[in-house]
């Protein structure tokens, strides 16, 4: 079935440094992709999205771009906050399109 | 005004106790889910609704039971809790099926002692 596969967290970084959250998805078809954020305490919300191969999601200085060849959707971002410490969920529709599926999620930590 | 609430924020109860979390919506949205978010913060559906229509019905012990009174609210009941109930409820909504960007409530911290 489908699934999505993230790379196991915690992820620390100083401020300013470069971020990659590797995501790679397993599906039929090619299903629009996301990624989503947790700040602590509070739900989940989109970061960013992509709805077709080779689409560029971005938002708040992160992007991610969707690519079948790879069937891999990595989230990057430039220069990290302190800000941006939280956990980030990569996810795609289920094959019945009903409900998502979401990765196991990457802590990001990040200290000034 | 906050798009998908639930309440409560915190439920603290004890094993064999029954106890409902609410959930509302005020976007409009046609479908909504409730999801557990476990200790490692793995997150798994449980329940969709769309228009007041059961459509997923993951496997989850019949002790869990959705509730959708209209199309803005869905209510989750829980019957004979257990140690193992201890989780994160999230409910959420979208515009139409799950394959749309989905809303989040701030979920639910359940802790049965």
């Known amino acids: 079935g489908d699934s999505v596969t993230q790379m196991e967290g915690p992820v620390t970084l100083s401020e300013e440094a470069f971020l990659t959250i590797n995501c790679t998805y397993t599906a039929t078809g090619y299903p629009s992709l996301f990624w989503y954020v947790q700040y602590p305490g509070e739900g989940l919300q989109l970061l960013l999205k992509a709805t077709k191969a080779d689409d560029k999601g971005s938002n708040k200085g992160f992007e991610a771009t969707y690519r079948k060849e790879t069937t891999s959707f990595h989230l990057e971002k430039g220069s990290v906050q302190v800000s941006d410490s939280a956990v980030y969920f990569c996810?795609?529709?289920?094959?019945?399109?009903?409900?998502?599926?979401f990765g196991k999620g990457t802590t990001l930590s990040v200290s000034s | 005004d906050t798009a998908v609430s639930q309440t409560p924020k915190y439920l603290v109860t004890q094993m064999g106790n029954d106890k409902s979390i609410k959930c509302e919506q005020n976007l409009g949205h046609d479908t909504m889910y409730w999801y557990k978010q476990d200790s490692k913060k793995f997150l798994k559906i449980m329940f969709s609704?769309?228009?007041?229509?059961?459509?997923i019905n993951e496997t989850v012990p019949n002790r869990f039971s959705p509730k959708s009174p209209d199309k803005a609210h869905l209510n989750l009941h829980i019957n004979s809790l257990e140690l193992g109930d201890s989780a994160v409820y999230f409910c959420?909504?979208?515009?139409?099926?799950?394959?749309?960007?989905?809303?989040f409530g701030q979920g639910t911290r359940l802790t049965v002692v």
């Open positions: 996810a795609l529709p289920n094959q019945a399109g009903t409900a998502l599926i």
């Open positions: 959420a909504s979208s515009q139409d099926r799950g394959d749309t960007e989905a809303f």
């Open positions: 609704y769309n228009n007041k229509e059961l459509i």
